[in-house]
């Protein structure tokens, strides 16, 4: 079946700009994850949705970071007024429920680039 | 807070020698441990977890890791690895019962020379 897919996968934006990256976990799958991944690093939690909430977003960097999941499927992390630190690959996981033992199914990423 | 560490950052291996990847974690409490692999060009994906049970697991393509609590660790050993194993492989960690987000550690590039 498919996988989580990310769009999109590559994102070249300029210092000051405000990008959206989206997320489409697989389906029926309840819990979704945002992580960011820099280079030469493991992926760093971001924030995580149960259903159509935010259940823990401790990991968001700064209120320059926000996301959203309005049906309890698709996923949008934004960042507003880009920094050039906020370069790295935007990962999404999805799992089917939200148990602390459940296998996350990653996407492939969103290589973010600001210039 | 909890941490993960891998402490060899590359490992360069032959075909057919033995592998054991070094992971020690750090957490006040019963944590879930997970070991994910990612191919060249490829998304992360799961090799194996713990979560209870028999310290010793079993997961795809011939890897086993061993939970040790008392050393707070979880290596991750192959008897005999491939050319197609080459690939980046993360340890993590989530605390059993509470925080679903996972730790990662920061990762060994494995490299298996044919």
């Known amino acids: 079946g498919a996988g989580v897919s990310q769009t999109p996968s590559n994102k070249v934006t300029e210092k000051g700009k405000y990008v959206e990256l989206r997320c489409d976990p697989i389906s029926g799958h309840t819990a979704l994850y945002w992580y960011r991944q820099s280079l030469g690093q493991g992926p760093e939690f971001l924030i995580y949705f149960q259903g159509t909430g935010a259940a823990d977003d401790s990991g968001l960097p700064n209120d320059r970071f926000f996301a959203v999941r309005p049906e309890g499927s698709v996923s949008t992390l934004k960042i507003q007024r880009t920094e050039r630190g906020d370069s790295a690959v935007y990962l999404c996981a999805s799992s089917p429920r939200t148990g602390d033992s459940e296998t996350q199914y990653f996407g492939p990423g969103t290589r973010l680039l600001v210039l | 807070a909890q941490s993960v560490s891998q402490h060899n950052h590359h490992v360069i291996l032959s075909e057919a020698a033995s592998l054991e990847l070094g992971c020690n974690y750090s957490?006040?409490?019963?944590?879930?441990l997970f070991w994910y692999v990612q191919y060249p060009g490829q998304h992360l994906q799961l090799l194996l977890k713990y979560f209870s049970g028999d310290p010793l697991v079993k997961g795809i393509k011939g890897f086993e890791a061993e939970f040790i609590k008392s050393k707070f660790s979880f290596n991750l050993r192959k008897p005999s690895v491939q050319w197609s194993d080459t690939a980046e492989y993360f340890c993590a960690v989530n605390g059993a019962g509470s925080a679903r987000q996972l730790t990662f550690g920061s990762g060994t590039q494995l490299t298996v020379l044919p």
């Open positions: 957490y006040g409490g019963t944590v879930n």
